[in-house]
């Protein structure tokens, strides 16, 4: 079996698995501390905790982790993969290469979760350097050494992804038009990840405590990030690469 077909396999249970730990995500921040959060004497939140995006080390992040890594065999096959109608730039195809090796470094951090520990020594270094630093005790400092890379490197990847579903053949207009759909979901998803971030790391300054935004922020990320591979998806199955 190609890559392609198991993917494209995938491509509906991965899409309701989301949809669940989206759910777990919202009820485990609502049950923290509500009334309901025992049942029977059985601990809801407890085992909500187990599924939240938020947290490091549950099944869910496990889950998040996997995402990347399916985006990251999706754009293995636009980058690496071949047909004969499937013609693209050289420019193109080391675009999505990248995007591969990109989204499987980050696969390796959702669970690793190597930027917030980045974040946190740089944030030692300006501070060393800029006393009146903004304080950071939660690494928030990532989204200045990583954000303008990973925003640069998602709108190539959009601009040569629309570049090539536009030269799709007219009778797959219903996969150009579903490709055009999760690529645009996913260029307004990424992008709020890091808008809710900084908005995070507004109210963690003045001590605010809002955790509703970290369950929008991984949601965000999450949906954007199955967009993506939905998108490059559909454009394998289309090429038969």
Same mark, same amino acid.
């Given at each position: 079996?190609? +890559?392609?077909?198991?993917l494209?396999?995938l491509?509906?249970?991965?899409?309701?698995?989301?949809?669940?730990?989206?759910?777990?995500?919202?009820?485990?921040?609502?049950?923290?501390?509500?009334?309901?959060?025992?049942?029977?004497?059985?601990?809801?939140?407890?085992?909500?905790?187990?599924?939240?995006?938020?947290?490091?080390? %549950?099944?869910?992040? #496990?889950?998040?982790?996997? +995402?990347?890594?399916?985006?990251g065999?999706?754009?293995?096959?636009?980058? #690496?993969?071949?047909?004969?109608?499937?013609?693209?730039?050289?420019?193109?195809?080391?675009?999505?290469?990248?995007t591969?090796?990109?989204?499987?470094?980050?696969?390796?951090?959702?669970?690793?979760?190597?930027?917030?520990?980045?974040?946190?020594?740089f944030?030692?270094?300006?501070?060393?350097? #800029?006393?009146?630093? $903004? $304080?950071?005790?939660n690494?928030?400092?990532?989204? /200045?050494?990583?954000?303008?890379?990973?925003?640069?490197?998602?709108?190539? %990847?959009?601009?040569?992804?629309?570049?090539?579903?536009?030269?799709m $053949?007219?009778?797959?207009?219903?996969?150009?038009?579903?490709?055009? /759909? %999760?690529?645009?979901?996913a260029?307004?998803?990424? $992008?709020?990840v890091? /808008?809710?971030?900084?908005?995070? #790391?507004?109210?963690?300054?003045?001590?605010?405590?809002?955790?509703?935004?970290?369950?929008?922020?991984?949601?965000?990320?999450?949906?954007?990030?199955?967009?993506?591979?939905?998108?490059?998806?559909?454009?394998?199955?289309?090429?038969?690469?």
């Open positions: 079996m190609k +890559i392609h077909y198991l494209k396999k491509a509906i249970p991965l899409f309701l698995i989301t949809l669940f730990f989206i759910f777990t995500t919202f009820m485990a921040e609502l049950s923290q501390g509500a009334d309901w959060q025992r049942v029977f004497g059985i601990n809801l939140h407890r085992i909500l905790e187990l599924l939240d995006l938020r947290k490091e080390n %549950t099944l869910a992040t #496990w889950f998040s982790s996997m +995402i990347f890594f399916a985006t065999l999706a754009f293995l096959l636009l980058g #690496w993969g071949s047909s004969p109608d499937f013609i693209i730039s050289r420019l193109t195809r080391f675009i999505f290469k990248l591969a090796i990109g989204a499987i470094l980050l696969s390796a951090d959702e669970v690793a979760s190597i930027h917030e520990t980045a974040g946190k020594s944030f030692r270094f300006v501070n060393n350097l #800029w006393a009146n630093a $903004p $304080p950071d005790n690494g928030y400092f990532w989204i /200045v050494l990583f954000a303008p890379f990973m925003l640069g490197g998602l709108l190539m %990847t959009v601009y040569f992804l629309h570049k090539v579903i536009a030269r $053949p007219t009778r797959y207009d219903w996969q150009r038009q579903l490709a055009y /759909v %999760t690529l645009f979901l260029f307004v998803c990424l $992008p709020g890091f /808008v809710f971030e900084i908005f995070e #790391w507004h109210f963690d300054i003045f001590k605010q405590d809002i955790h509703f935004l970290t369950c929008f922020e991984e949601t965000f990320e999450i949906i954007g990030m199955y967009s993506l591979f939905l998108c490059a998806t559909l454009i394998a199955k289309r090429y038969q690469l």
